[in-house]
């Protein structure tokens, strides 16, 4: 891709889904170790973070040289050695090997697991490849773990994903409840945006946080609600028992916009203010405060992520909040609606490009027969070709191997060694497979350890392509930096081996503008339109939202949805969905009498393998600590900063203690970033249990059953 000229390069930040807009300056001089580093800085002109940015951001600079993968590199076994080799021998391997698979086993036989890291361009070549050019619906991505129950609720309340706020509606809600997420330090910039209006606005904004744990996030609260784990539905059915009863139903709106509201008054009716204080473990007076504040307010949004996604119950849960919104007419409107928070950076333009086990293009789906019929087509493929059945999910994919039904698992820009739940059945999964390829950019990861064929790949920052955040807002990231050695972008990669395999037409693809013009004209019609768009319109005019169908003029695409009151179902109607909770997937019990929570600190991304080579990014949180209540510690003889081994049924990991009584009694925390590759390594979710979502196969990552002792 072609350098831009001398200046600074706008892209979107590549760490959260808040999505901030960067400036990029180049290096005046190397550094004295010879780096040439970037520096990062907040773009003013991005309607989205107007110039502010986080820690994470402003070091992104620092992270891109060091460590990298420049050849790709094999091994005919795991414990054996990495040779480098030439990409002309990689393709060789790869192309024999799908070749082989799907000869023994059939198009099943061949999964990828991608991840919210891609560009847009990367997942719809993937797809293309796999879901199109293969006949495998085995590809899943990362977002599984991040967004999956989001994607899930909207669809079956809503009949169709995509997230209906926009960050305005912070500046213009009086009640801002936050449930399941540590928005301060997962989604810093959009935190201080709510910050900054609450201290001039004191009176006009109520802050009210839902989580087990006090963090900053509660700092900032009117109202915490320091539920026990697993019990958020209670809480919101709780919530609903005293809207019905103190007059907060919009019947208007009901009976305009919904359906399914007898079924779920008579499941409300149950939830009174006593069971949920009981079920919940907090202040009847609390979720009465709650209440009338909702009641009482002109505009609510509700923002959510991991706390509530990751939970056997994640899906239900979502549609707990929805139907809170939907009851009292919180939608559809400046300042009101439910309101996910994406992990990734482009998990959103992953759901936009297919990039889950059950999705295509354009907000379709595999199980229908019009919309394969439609993808097809576009794909130049014959009728029949994309399977019609959901695909493997990731931990479907584990399970996979675990019978030995994958003949080749490709991980491309993610590292599941540490991200996976129950890290040591991973493994031995893993190891039933023949051949695990990785596409990534760094060296030394975990995964790299059960991988045969490393490949190196172009990072952000060396390829040209789009990411959505979280408010559907699509930024161009433009090539401002050669990639090293022999790394090429991941669509680049896809497509090559897509026409060695015989799919010359389909996969001739002269530059990432060529690739996401042909997936913008894809969604031409669907909630999701961004066929007005292109790579040259995003570079000219800057960031935009979307709907954004051909013909809308720049800055003109829809900042909300679903604002006319009709919903993309059957009967045009918002479904009201009523369950009732099920509570933790593996709740405490004698043997394992606390429950584990993980979480994130605000200066480590994910795995570390970027924000661990900072030296500033490690200095606040240089360990994972343990967070243990004081009269848990008691109980369990251990002392802060004292070592503690925590162990669940499937192993055990050493920490140091933190105790405090921000932590709720009965409940343990760990951050989740230190892998087994790094120097203080706790790999939390080697402790975490498998069970997931029955809707959206999201797994409960944020509680499992432990017991703690010291060591
Ligand atoms: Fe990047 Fe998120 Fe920080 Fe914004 S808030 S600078 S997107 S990590």
């Not at 570079?539 to 604002?563: D, I, M, N, S």
Request: hydrophobic content about 40%; glycine content about 10%.
């Amino acid at each position: 891709a072609p350098l831009p000229a001398d200046g600074p390069a706008r892209a979107q930040c590549p760490y959260c889904g808040v999505g901030c807009g960067l400036e990029m300056k180049p290096p005046a001089a190397p550094t004295a170790a010879g780096e040439a580093v970037w520096t990062a800085r907040g773009d003013r002109h991005h309607p989205s973070s107007l110039g502010q940015v986080c820690v994470k951001g402003a070091t992104v600079g620092e992270t891109l040289h060091r460590n990298r993968l420049t050849t790709p590199l094999y091994r005919p076994r795991t414990d054996q050695p990495f040779e480098p080799i030439g990409w002309e021998r990689a393709f060789a391997l790869l192309e024999e090997r799908v070749r082989r698979t799907l000869a023994a086993q059939g198009p099943e036989g061949i999964a990828m697991y991608g991840s919210g890291q891609f560009l847009t361009e990367d997942y719809y070549v993937a797809n293309k490849l796999i879901k199109g050019a293969l006949g495998s619906n085995n590809f899943d991505a990362n977002s599984r773990l991040c967004m999956s129950s989001a994607v899930s609720g909207y669809m079956r309340s809503f009949g169709s994903d995509g997230p209906p706020c926009c960050y305005d509606d912070l500046d213009q809600a009086d009640t801002v409840l936050l449930i399941g997420t540590n928005t301060a330090e997962c989604h810093p910039v959009l935190f201080q945006r709510l910050l900054k209006r609450k201290r001039k606005q004191k009176q006009d904004l109520q802050i009210v946080v839902v989580d087990p744990r006090a963090t900053a996030t509660s700092d900032a609260a009117d109202l915490h609600l320091a539920i026990r784990p697993g019990t958020d539905l209670a809480l919101l059915h709780g919530l609903g028992h005293l809207l019905l009863e103190q007059g907060g139903v919009n019947r208007a709106y009901v009976e305009a916009s919904t359906e399914g509201f007898e079924a779920l008054a008579e499941l409300w009716s149950g939830w009174t203010p006593e069971t949920v204080s009981l079920f919940c473990g907090i202040e009847e007076q609390q979720l009465r405060q709650l209440a009338a504040r909702w009641a009482a307010s002109t505009g609510v949004v509700s923002l959510w992520s991991m706390g509530v996604n990751q939970s056997v119950e994640g899906t239900a849960t979502v549609a707990g909040i929805i139907n809170l919104h939907l009851v009292s007419g919180q939608l559809g409107r400046p300042g009101a609606g439910p309101f996910s928070l994406t992990g990734q950076p482009n998990a959103m333009g992953g759901r936009e490009a297919g990039g889950l086990a059950r999705l295509l293009p354009g907000y379709r789906s595999v199980t229908d027969a019009g919309h394969r019929a439609e993808i097809e087509r576009h794909w130049g493929l014959g009728p029949g070709t994309i399977a019609p059945t959901s695909g493997l999910t990731v931990w479907e994919q584990i399970e996979a191997m675990e019978r030995g039904a994958l003949g080749l698992w490709w991980v491309a820009a993610t590292n599941p060694l540490v991200s996976l739940p129950w890290l040591d059945r991973v493994r031995a999964a893993v190891a039933r497979c023949p051949m695990v390829v990785l596409s990534e950019a760094y060296a030394g990861t975990e995964t790299a350890a059960i991988a045969h064929l490393v490949l190196p790949a172009a990072q952000w920052s060396e390829k040209a392509g789009v990411m959505t955040n979280s408010e559907r807002r699509v930024t161009l990231c433009p090539a401002f930096r050669a990639p090293p050695g022999e790394a090429r972008p991941d669509w680049a990669i896809f497509a090559e081996l897509g026409r060695r395999l015989g799919f010359e037409e389909q996969f001739r693809f002269g530059s990432s503008a060529e690739v996401f013009a042909e997936f913008a004209a894809i969604t031409a019609g669907r909630l999701c339109d961004l066929s007005g768009l292109s790579h040259g319109l995003l570079q000219e005019h800057g960031p935009q939202q979307w709907p954004f169908p051909v013909g809308t003029p720049p800055g003109g695409g829809a900042p909300r949805l679903h604002t006319s009151g009709r919903f993309p179902t059957a009967s045009g109607r918002a479904r009201l969905i009523s369950e009732q909770p099920m509570g933790l997937g593996e709740p405490p019990d004698g043997d394992y009498p606390l429950v584990l929570t993980v979480g994130r600190y605000l200066e480590q991304w994910h795995t570390m393998t970027r924000t661990g080579q900072v030296e500033r990014l490690l200095r606040p949180h240089g360990q994972p600590l343990l967070e243990v209540h004081p009269a848990d510690a008691r109980d369990h003889g251990l002392v802060d900063g004292g070592q503690a081994e925590v162990s669940s049924r499937r192993g055990a990991v050493t920490a140091r203690v933190l105790v405090t009584d921000r932590i709720r009694q009965g409940t343990v925390f760990l951050p989740m970033h230190w892998g087994a590759a790094q120097e203080q390594a706790c790999e939390a979710n080697r402790l975490m249990h498998a069970l997931g979502c029955p809707i959206s196969q999201q797994p409960e990552l944020k509680a499992a059953a432990v017991t703690v002792r010291p060591c």
